[in-house]
């Protein structure tokens, strides 16, 4: 945290108990929804905050598909639990998961499809990307986490985006679908405004179609998700659950930078 936000160890470790309580009460809610199938009732408010909600489902009424990408901060399953019951997403939905991914992801995402549409969870291999390519034709969503390390042969196909002023490599096979399909591009987080009320923020969605070519959508989509992911983890530090990653993603990402024509 010292490294990435430039802040003085004095203000680090005052964060620290504010870290450790925000772990404590995301697997709370975590188990809270694995086990009942609903956010915990502790959260008495969800605000929307930012004009994508607005302004995407304008697009998508039209017919416009979806690729929204989401980091791993606050108490995001209550805030995803609450997009899926009370939002018009009520079209395909297809979710990105590592093939490594805990098993209680399953069934996170089968207790999301109870409370709205179907979710078809996806690992992230070839015939995945297919099936939510597919999804997109038929003006689906398809919704991706891109904070976490990907595995040696995702890494070295990745091209590396400055984060934090460091070289990071971060998924962009989402954006890739997003550019093929001609889908609008997102990015949400969920944090908390208060002590039992949780804010679900949107970005300015972007539209790759906008760029002369596939080359420069991108290129400019992946510093445009390099960015969105800083400005949601400045805005709030201490409820990001993947500090203790973003070594990984930075050495990943160096490496590349440094080996770039490596298959």
Known sequence: MREALGEP????????????????????????????????????????????????????SAGRPLVMLMPHMGCFVSGLFHLHQYSPWDRPLCAFRRSAGPAQTARLFERLGEVGPPVALLDERRHAAVSAYACLRRGGVVFSFIDSPLDSIAARACDPVDLFAVPTALPDGPIRLAVAAGALLGFVFVSASGPRRLRITFSDPIDPRAEPDQQCALDVARRWMAAQLECAVATSPTEWLNWPLLGELWKQGTWQAQNPTTP
Not at 25 to 49: K, N, S
């Open 9 to 60: 160890e004095s203000v680090v470790h005052r964060w620290t108990a504010a870290v450790l309580d925000h772990e404590r009460r995301f697997r709370r809610d975590y188990l809270q929804v694995l086990q009942t199938g609903a956010p915990d009732p502790r959260w008495h408010a969800f605000e929307l905050a930012g004009p994508m909600f607005y302004r995407t489902y304008v697009e998508m």
